[in-house]
């Protein structure tokens, strides 16, 4: 049974500050992995998605790499601003069917 | 933004009533997923939905059913609410008809549903 963990489950750093979330899974049999972003009260907002052939993507300071043989993928979040505050998830889409399990995510907390 | 649209966005109804949650899309996708998210469990799988009438259960289908009679609308119902189904609901979709399938998914607002 495929599980996706996301550690630390809270994380408070200082403006300007380059960190990294993390998100491991215990079955490599997966046709993608989607980082998302959730503000209070709000749905998912889609950061960033990685097929399973590819090994990172980037979008302005963010890159996630996915690495699928050890079961691990990393977000790094570059200059971090107090915008950023939210929390992160991760998905991966079980490959051969229609299903996505999800990490139970990263509070994330930017102090100005 | 994509086009998805839940009803009602919050609901607060009594023990044993059912309770229906709409979800619209407008964007044709293909694929349609009810999630919960409670503290302490995450996004759990309710139900899904892989084109008109097809329908599959998810991880936490007791107490749920659904119907999708159009590509549009994915309703999910309570037949008979319980203070267990208090959560937050959203509503999912991915694989947009006519292009090549990346399995990204986009997800409503959600629906926050009180059970007294």
């Known amino acids: 049974k495929q599980e996706v963990t996301q550690i630390p489950a809270a994380l408070s750093v200082p403006e300007g500050e380059n960190l990294v979330l993390n998100c491991s899974f215990t079955?490599?049999?997966?046709?993608?992995l989607q980082w998302f972003r959730q503000d209070p009260g709000k749905g998912l907002t889609s950061l960033l998605l990685?097929?399973?052939?590819?090994r990172e993507q980037t979008s302005g300071r963010l890159n996630a790499s996915l690495d699928k043989s050890s079961g691990r993928s990393t977000l790094y979040i570059a200059a971090s601003q107090p915008g950023d505050s939210a929390t992160y998830l991760c998905?991966?889409?079980?490959?051969?069917?229609?299903?996505?399990?999800f990490g139970t995510g990263t509070r994330l907390k930017v102090l100005a | 933004d994509a086009g998805i649209t839940q009803s009602p966005r919050h609901k607060v109804t009594e023990t044993g009533t059912p309770v229906t949650l709409r979800c619209h899309q407008t964007?044709?996708?293909?694929?349609m997923y009810w999630y919960r998210q409670d503290p302490g469990h995450g996004l759990r799988l309710i139900h899904y939905?892989?084109?008109?009438?097809?329908?599959d259960k998810g991880e936490v289908s007791d107490g749920y059913s659904v119907s999708r009679s159009k590509t549009e609308d994915f309703l999910l119902t309570l037949e008979s609410a319980t203070s267990s189904q208090t959560s937050v609901y959203f509503c999912?979709?991915?694989?947009?008809?006519?292009?090549?399938?990346?399995?990204?998914?986009?997800f409503g607002e959600g629906s926050r549903l009180t059970v007294l």
């Open positions: 079955d490599s049999a997966i046709y993608n």
């Open positions: 964007e044709n996708h293909r694929y």
């Open positions: 939905s892989y084109g008109v009438k097809d329908t």
């Open positions: 999912a979709i991915s694989a947009p008809e006519r292009e090549a399938f990346t399995g990204e998914l986009f």
């Open positions: 990685i097929q399973s052939s590819q």
């Open positions: 998905a991966v889409l079980i490959s051969g069917t229609y299903k996505y399990i």
